[in-house]
């Protein structure tokens, strides 16, 4: 409960909501009647985690478990860190204010790289120490019991920069693993007094064959001359040469919640979300998620409606909104988007449908949902040429594009979104030039038909810089220096000089950066530990991320970590083309899409070939060893 002192505290900071739990649909339990309580934390404030379905899926099924208890912890913004740690106040759940060092286990989820100094944040301010070996050390020498430290999500599919300070990593799905790990906790716990070992002992023997978990300690690496990894060595009989991921082959019947936390406060994602599918088959080469998630799985139709309905019922949200990689590539979309239509019609719900293939139907189902009052619609050609485009295999045409606009903008629309992507493998300042020339193409078809006055029409183009991301066919790509963006930047700039066209770009050093940690090894951790004892936290929020500081990381990292100096250690993960014959960091991890095919579409992608959606035809990823693919089971 809310005690004096915390109540001081809150009454001096922006959005104490952020801060107080009991929210509606907020799960009670009585502690001492579960045997395992963990603290599932989202490495960022509030409002932007529990924008996260992730949260509230793993939250819906670990609490309807009697011996698990479930509780969220969000990264105090900077107001309220300061005021915890000038009066001695440690990080809480905000279910039970139990300070998160008291638990068992403490669960961090991995959604963006940006966010790594966070989680030492949150670790130190719940009094914990941010060192898996200092953990251990202070348990054998001075019997402290600390919470095991488990980490997932995407970026654990490369877990390497984090190892000095996570204990268990959860690859893949987390719906049946999560809980399969707390239960094993549990069994720790009642067992290993009987056998003379430590609760952490028990627990990881007894997960450590499990799909999906890693535990780095169990695991030695050695490293060539070169800098480049030699090998990975078990420690231990008992873990994987490599650790397979966590699939929930059925997401049909797999719990989803219908009784969804409703903050106080407006957040990010403010609205009730159902996931139609998981995977994607389209195959963006650039792309880490159409990876990573495979194979596609959808929900039947009626279940998605019935989510939806009990969602809204038990919410009282006033948006609903459809998640998925693809919207419209859902098997039964038409019927499905009528249906939702309707039903959000008569309840005064609106319905947002994000990532929508612009076909005639979409438009219909665009035009119904946003009436007279047609915000802006969204394009990510992702490169300014077809060429390009068939090297990332993003299988769009200009064709495709133009059609698209002239129906948009026929339709009312005055506001297109165009989203890019600079330093892509082969790019050159031909493919830029292609960017402008199709903002300037839209803005002549526009012309075309609302006359030379063109109305309030407008066009922004953003462009991201390229991030070569484990297990996709670029991960052996060099990414562009500073000094490349920065032209590349200058150069948009002057070619995008267009009435009505906004230009709007990504920060250089933070993609660089974002390399770095993507790509990683165990040496990274140092910088990591480095730049957040600096005072860096907060690394994706512009006002907060302080370049020099991470500079001064690399540059004290480095000879420690046997590089001559902070630029030699950024280039060697940055700036170099990766051999595809060389261990890669993330090699201990088996996503089931095989290296194999992952060279052939890197060589693919070479002499721009494009590989066709897997809709159409199994192109040879190797998931169907695993699981029934998609091509073989649409759901009906």
């Known amino acids: 409960m809310i005690d004096r002192e915390l109540d001081s505290i809150l009454k001096r900071v922006e959005k104490p909501a ?31 985690g529990m924008s996260y379905l992730g949260l ?18 969000f990264a105090p913004a900077r107001d309220m860190e300061q005021l915890m740690r000038e009066a001695g106040r440690e990080l809480y ?13 403490f669960a961090f989820t991995l ?16 009094g914990i120490p941010i060192r898996r070996d200092d953990r251990i050390r202070e348990e054998q020498e001075k019997g402290i019991h600390y919470p095991i430290i488990i980490a997932g999500g995407p970026c654990a599919y490369n877990p390497e920069p984090l190892t000095d ?25 009642s067992h290993a007094a009987g056998t003379g070992r430590s609760v952490r002992s028990v627990f990881e023997d007894r997960i450590a064959s499990m799909d999906g978990v890693y535990i780095p300690s169990r695991y030695d690496v050695h490293y060539n001359d070169d800098h480049t990894i030699r090998e990975y060595v078990r420690t231990s009989e008992t873990v994987p040469k490599r650790v397979g991921r966590a699939i929930v082959k059925d997401i049909e019947t797999s719990p989803f919640p219908v009784h969804n936390i409703v903050p106080f406060i407006d957040t990010v994602h403010d609205r009730a979300v159902v996931e139609t599918f998981r995977g994607c088959t389209r195959g963006c080469r650039f792309c880490q998620a159409g990876m990573i998630y495979r194979p596609v799985r959808e929900r039947k139709p009626d279940t998605i409606i019935g989510l939806a309905k009990q969602q809204l019922r038990n919410t009282g949200h006033d948006e609903l909104s459809l998640l998925s990689l693809s919207t419209s590539d859902y098997s039964d979309f038409e019927n499905m988007a009528t249906e939702l239509m309707g039903i959000c019609k008569q309840q005064n719900v609106a319905l947002s449908l994000p990532s929508l293939r612009l076909d005639s139907f979409s438009f219909r189902v665009l035009d119904e949902i946003q009436g007279y009052r047609k915000s802006g619609l969204t394009f990510a050609p992702e490169a300014g040429t077809q ?56 803005m002549d078809i526009n012309y075309d038909i609302r006359g030379r006055k063109g109305g309030r029409f407008r066009i922004t183009v953003s462009v991201s810089n390229f991030v070569p991301k484990p297990h996709t066919p670029f991960q052996w790509e060099p990414q562009d220096t500073p000094d490349d963006f920065i032209e590349k930047h200058n150069y948009l700039s002057q070619k995008l000089r267009i009435k009505g066209v906004t230009f709007n770009y990504h920060e250089t ?65 940055n700036y170099r083309r990766w051999s595809e014959d060389e261990v890669l960091p993330w090699d201990i991890i088996d996503p089931y899409v095989t290296k194999e095919y992952l060279i052939k579409e890197a060589h693919r992608a070479v002499e721009e070939t494009t590989t066709h959606d897997c809709r159409e035809g199994c192109t040879g990823c190797g998931m169907n060893r695993h699981t029934e693919c998609f091509v073989n089971r649409i759901v009906k």
């Open 18 to 48: 952020r801060y107080i739990g009991g929210e509606v649909n907020m799960v009670k339990k009585d502690p001492a009647g579960v045997s395992v309580r963990i603290g599932f934390a989202f490495p960022d404030t509030y409002e932007i």
């Open 56 to 73: 509230q899926i793993l939250y819906n099924i670990l609490n309807q478990d009697d011996a698990v208890y479930c509780e969220r912890v």
């Open 93 to 105: 759940t905000l279910e039970t204010f139990e300070p998160v060092k008291n638990l068992g286990l």
């Open 111 to 126: 959604q963006y790289e940006m966010a790594y100094t966070n989680i030492l944040n949150m670790m130190d301010l719940g």
């Open 165 to 189: 300070f996570i204990d268990v990593f959860l690859i893949g799905d987390g719906e049946e693993l999560l809980l399969q790990v707390c239960q094993a906790y549990d069994y720790a716990k």
């Open 387 to 442: 060429r390009l485009r068939d090297v990332i295999n993003k299988n769009i045409t200009e064709d495709d594009i133009y059609g698209a606009v002239r129906q948009a903008i026929t339709l009312g629309w005055e506001h297109i979104k165009l989203y890019f992507m600079i330093g892509l493998p082969t790019e050159t300042y031909e493919d830029l030039d292609g960017i402008a020339q199709i903002a300037r193409k839209i």
């Open 509 to 573: 050093f933070t993609s660089n950066l974002e390399c770095v940690l993507a790509r990683g090894d165990r040496r990274i951790g140092r910088v990591i530990e480095t730049a957040w004892r600096s005072g860096c936290s907060f690394d994706a929020w512009t006002e907060y991320f302080h370049a020099e500081k991470w500079q001064e990381a690399f540059e004290k990292s480095a000879q420690q970590e046997g590089f001559a100096d902070g630029r030699e250690m950024e280039a060697f993960y």
